[in-house]
């Protein structure tokens, strides 16, 4: 490209190159004529991660016995990890049967070789996962299941914010403004919920507890960023085949710790099965399913919708975890969970995109104009030459300059 011009390889004909502008006004154009058959699929990932995301931590609150875990939670992510692996297998072959004649074959020694080289990044949020699958166990320990989930949607702040420093991404002060009401009505939901006289670890609770909710909120935060960045920036690799690298990265990180814990306490440790019940075998594919559709939003989507469609889940968790444990729905939830809902329509609505559209707008409206001048000029210089064709053949020209 040289001088905003553009040199076809073939041909070597210039062309304008086309501005960011123009690129993103496009793929909003392309976003409003979205099909029937895509927003019935964007609407089931949606419920069907509202549900997922809503049973975690009840199914993690049945799976405790006497307020404790009797089984290890490493284990029950190593098994997860495994799950979702098999998983990526199956679907991987399952691709690979109904590839289209000239494809790069997927299930080839040199492209699986070359996909594992370039994404190798995702062995980052692998990590920073295993770390917060561990800690989401923990959590359950200082608040009940509707608080753990209220207190997971401050994780929409963070992520905005690395996503703006990390991946360049705008935000309108309205949305901005949609952040901070999110903040409010989790504010709100917390008043008064830590228990009062007990402690942990030998920490006052509220102290354990703001440590572990500071962990929680910032890893998971960089772990969904990181792993938006390295799907999309491979873009063209089948997502199968990321979720097995993602999800491999996973299972090895798990099953050091595993490792790690038997090494502290005891062989007993490696036994993976140790202490588990039907909870946590519902818990272990909940959890698959849940990480599985994660994928899917955060190559297909981004991170902030995946995490407004995890807040949807807070009413679901809070009815659930008052039905079945007989835990107080307050005053101070319900009117938290109003405020998140207020944030989320505020976040979407066209409203909070009204100055880009204008932008939009007017660049468009200048191309129009600028077209029409041409069309104009255009049909002036053709009216010009249409009267100078006329005024050259009129009838008094051809008259002879002399009379005969």
Request: proline fraction near 3%; charged fraction near 15%; include cysteine.
């Amino acid at each position: 490209m040289k001088n905003g011009m553009i040199e076809c390889s073939v041909c070597h004909s210039k062309l304008v190159s086309p501005t960011t502008k123009s690129i993103s006004r496009a793929y909003d154009r392309h976003k409003t004529r979205v099909s029937s058959k895509q927003r019935v699929l964007n609407v089931f990932l949606v419920v069907g991660d509202c549900m997922l995301v809503g049973l975690q931590p009840i199914l993690v609150y049945m799976s405790k016995v006497d307020g404790r875990f009797k089984f290890s939670p490493i284990s029950v992510n190593f098994l997860t990890e495994m799950t979702k692996v098999l998983f990526a297998i199956v679907m991987l072959f399952f691709q690979a049967r109904h590839q289209k004649v000239g494809e790069k074959p997927l299930l080839s020694i040199s492209t699986f070789i070359q996909a594992a080289r370039n994404n190798v990044l995702l062995a980052v949020p692998a990590f920073l996962y295993a770390i917060n699958n561990y800690l989401k166990f923990i959590m359950q320990l200082y608040f009940n299941p509707a608080t753990v989930k209220m207190l997971s949607n401050l994780k929409v702040l963070v992520i905005a914010v690395l996503l703006k420093i990390i991946m360049r991404r705008r935000f309108s002060i309205i949305q901005w403004e949609a952040l901070a009401l999110l903040l409010i009505g989790i504010s709100v939901n917390q008043l008064r919920s830590l228990p009062e006289g007990s402690t942990a670890m030998g920490l006052p609770v509220a102290m354990g507890a703001y440590i572990y909710t500071l962990i929680f909120i910032t890893v998971p935060s960089m772990a969904s960023v990181f792993n938006e960045y390295a799907l999309k920036s491979q873009y063209d690799t089948s997502i199968y085949l990321q979720n097995l690298f993602l999800y491999g990265y996973g299972a090895i990180f798990n099953f050091l710790g595993i490792l790690v814990t038997a090494i502290f306490k005891g062989p007993d440790n490696l036994d993976i099965l140790q202490g588990h019940s039907k909870a946590t075998m519902l818990l272990i594919f909940n959890n698959a399913a849940q990480g599985l559709l994660s994928c899917f939003f955060l190559k297909y989507a981004d991170a902030i919708l995946k995490k407004y469609s995890s807040t949807v889940a807070t009413i679901f968790t809070g009815i659930a975890s008052a039905v079945l444990f007989g835990h107080t729905l307050t005053m101070n939830f319900l009117l938290g969970i109003s405020i998140v809902f207020i944030s989320m329509h505020q976040f979407f609505s066209p409203l909070s995109k009204a100055k880009d559209e204008q932008q939009n707008g007017m660049l468009e409206l200048r191309d129009v104009q600028e077209n029409h001048r041409s069309k104009e000029s255009f049909i002036d210089m053709a009216a010009g030459a249409n009267e100078e064709a006329a005024h050259r053949i009129g009838s008094d020209e051809r008259q002879p300059l002399l009379p005969t």
